[in-house]
């Protein structure tokens, strides 16, 4: 793709995302999917953070976790401490990526199915963390969050508080939306930098790329903190915009679905989260209406899709690029 | 504190049956099948079928579970996985795909058989109690069975020419087939047995704690556990990690009963200690 494309491609894509889906949403009335759209991006945000941690070769199905552990950082700051939401947001993702740092010196040396299984235990250790610890209030779960306050700079209003709002749902969609582009803004200049190249390295021989002098500990944990910084975002928002946040709001079926979010779009695109979390939660939704056989329905899709494009819904372009 | 020693074993047991299965399909593949749990589940659910509803001999129900899961478990590997490994350019593919296979599994069961719990009549009647140890007679029975399963496992594995031929196939594939071992074949005999032995707990174990359509990932899960502690694709080690499991949720269960229910989070992160101090397991081939 030559510079030009891809500045085109960018913009047009913001325009989805800020102009044309909120006027057709107003247009049609049906501001119900500004909710299906939130979820959508804040998914794609902690599939990203997945995403990056199988760019250095690893299989992460402990997401759920850091998602879990952000929604209860920033629960308990604003509910216990009374902090305002959007100093909390950055709180709980740095929360995460300290406590990922901590959990992930002495589980990246893992590999394959151990790494995998490692931090599937991990979500539910997560999960009954939540239960057992006496801050989270157990089962009953963190309930009437207050909605994000105004965030105002040298007393210029920035973000309006979110409870005056007319729209809250138009107001927690651009937030999401904005965020995802961040985030993947920043994966993009991860994977196309030094650093990427590296981690590339890390993804096909570690002892290789150890021997040529690659700090491969290093790295893998830097990409790994990234990543959970994600999740703990997206958990934050998330707890947000529900005003609660469970021991069950994350659980091994979330985490296990980031993970299919990644293979579902493709593991060898920086995009394939975002259309794989979009296409999965929409196809979800839409078999709603088939009642008893939903997951029927999607599970034998899934199958199919698997059996025919293994290697994700992106090398479809990839392949008819190559072609023609 | 024998009863607690006594019910770990009869745990254990069951657990490193289940355990089996896995990580012989994982030797053979490289593929962690997240739909064993449903097999097990499925397995459950013919013999309920069988004996519970049939009223045939539990017999030849727990042989109906075992061949319907082999059959069903031959056929995956033939027209899903072997397809998508060949496809696939990243061997974790299979992952998508064995999730997929879960959730499928777990559709069918709901769509048959429904959400309710079903349990079968006890297979003999009566309590063991010998003042220490109280213990019902159908759980030793079925204790005992497993133990034979597995021991028959074992001797399969180690002296019949099928089992060879998968021990080589687990060794070294390319090697293996280079020695005229066929390939192809024997994945998917080692596949079917896998899934075989998932049916069969899950036969067994319906005449004690019954079976509901819920249960696959949970149990999934745990099997997971076990195959790490043991270490990843090892026979040896699955049936040791599945008796180490039991144990610790018997003792756990007994000993942290007045803190709450942490015996499994207190399971959870001593696993994750223990793996990251020993990162293949008790005896893991490195990075199987």
Redesign the interface.
């Known amino acids: 793709m030559t510079h030009n494309v891809k500045i085109a491609s960018v913009a047009a894509f913001l325009a989805i995302v800020f102009i044309a889906v909120p006027v057709l949403i107003s247009a049609s009335g049906r501001t119900d999917l500004y909710y299906t759209l939130t979820s959508v991006a804040l998914l794609s945000i902690a599939s990203a953070g997945v995403w990056l941690t199988?760019y250095i070769g690893r299989?992460n199905i402990g997401q759920g976790a850091y998602a879990l552990m952000g929604g209860y950082v920033s629960a308990i700051l604003v509910v216990t401490y009374g902090w305002s939401f959007w100093l909390t947001l950055p709180a709980a993702g740095l929360f995460c990526a300290a406590a990922s740092v901590a959990i992930g010196l002495?589980?990246l040396?893992?590999?394959?199915?151990?790494f995998?299984?490692?931090t599937?235990?991990?979500t539910?250790?997560a999960r009954?963390?939540a239960?057992?610890l006496p801050v989270t209030n157990g089962a009953k779960g963190m309930v009437s969050i207050p909605l994000p306050g105004a965030l105002s700079a040298f007393g210029l209003i920035i973000i309006p508080d979110f409870a005056t709002l007319h729209n809250s749902r138009l107001a927690f969609y651009l937030l999401a939306a904005a965020l995802m582009v961040a985030c993947f803004a920043v994966v993009y200049r991860l994977v196309h930098s030094r650093i990427g190249k590296l981690c590339q390295s890390l993804q096909q021989n570690e002892e290789l790329a150890s021997s040529i002098g690659v700090n491969i500990a290093y790295l893998r944990v830097i990409a790994y903190a990234v990543s959970s910084f994600f999740g703990g975002v997206a958990g934050a928002i998330f707890a947000a915009i529900s005003q609660s946040i469970y021991p069950s709001s994350f659980t091994?079926?979330d985490s296990?679905n980031f993970?299919?979010n990644c293979?579902?779009g493709g593991?060898?695109y920086v995009f394939g989260p975002m259309l794989g979390t979009l296409v999965l939660y929409f196809g979800w939704d839409l078999l709603f209406q088939t009642g008893?056989?939903?997951?029927?329905i999607?599970?034998?899709l899934?199958?199919v899709l698997?059996?025919f494009l293994?290697?994700g819904l992106l090398s479809l372009a990839a392949t008819t690029r190559k072609k023609g | 504190m024998e009863q607690v020693i006594a019910n770990g074993f009869y745990l254990g047991a069951q657990y490193a049956l289940i355990a089996l299965g896995l990580t012989l399909i994982f030797a053979l593949m490289n593929v962690l099948n997240f739909a064993h749990g449903q097999m097990y589940v499925l397995g459950g659910f013919i013999t309920y079928t069988v004996y519970g509803q049939l009223g045939l001999p539990f017999v030849l129900a727990l042989l109906a579970s075992g061949v319907t899961l082999a059959v069903i478990g031959a056929l995956m590997e033939k027209f899903l996985f072997r397809t998508v490994i060949k496809r696939s350019l990243r061997e974790e593919s299979t992952m998508l795909l064995a999730a997929a296979t879960a959730f499928f599994f777990d559709a069918v069961i709901l769509l048959i058989f429904g959400e309710k719990q079903r349990g079968v009549p006890k297979i003999v009647k009566g309590v063991f109690n010998d003042g220490g140890i109280i213990m019902p007679y159908d759980r030793m029975l079925v204790g005992v069975l497993a133990l034979v399963f597995i021991a028959a496992f074992v001797l399969y594995m180690q002296y019949s020419r099928v089992g060879r031929a998968m021990r080589a196939l687990a060794q070294d594939r390319v090697a293996a087939q280079l020695m005229g071992v066929k390939v192809d074949r024997y994945t998917m005999i080692g596949f079917a047995m896998g899934a075989m032995l998932a049916g069969i707990v899950g036969g067994l174990l319906v005449t004690i704690t019954g079976v509901n359509s819920g249960i696959g990932g949970p149990i999934s899960i745990k099997a997971f556990m076990m195959v790490m502690i043991g270490g990843a694709g090892v026979v040896g080690g699955a049936i040791a990690g599945g008796f180490i499991l039991g144990m610790m949720e018997s003792v756990g269960l007994t000993v942290l009963r007045e803190y709450g229910d942490v015996t499994y989070l207190v399971i959870f992160a001593a696993l994750m200690v223990f793996l990251s101090i020993r990162p293949n397991g008790l005896m893991g081939k490195p990075w199987g």
Do not use: D
Request: proline share 4%; glycine share 4%; net charge positive.
């Open positions: 199988f299989i002495p589980i040396r893992l590999r394959g199915v151990y995998a299984m490692v599937l235990v991990l539910e250790v009954l963390l239960l057992a091994v079926t296990v993970m299919l293979f579902l593991l060898g008893q056989f939903q997951l029927l999607y599970s034998t899934m199958i698997m059996l293994p290697n």
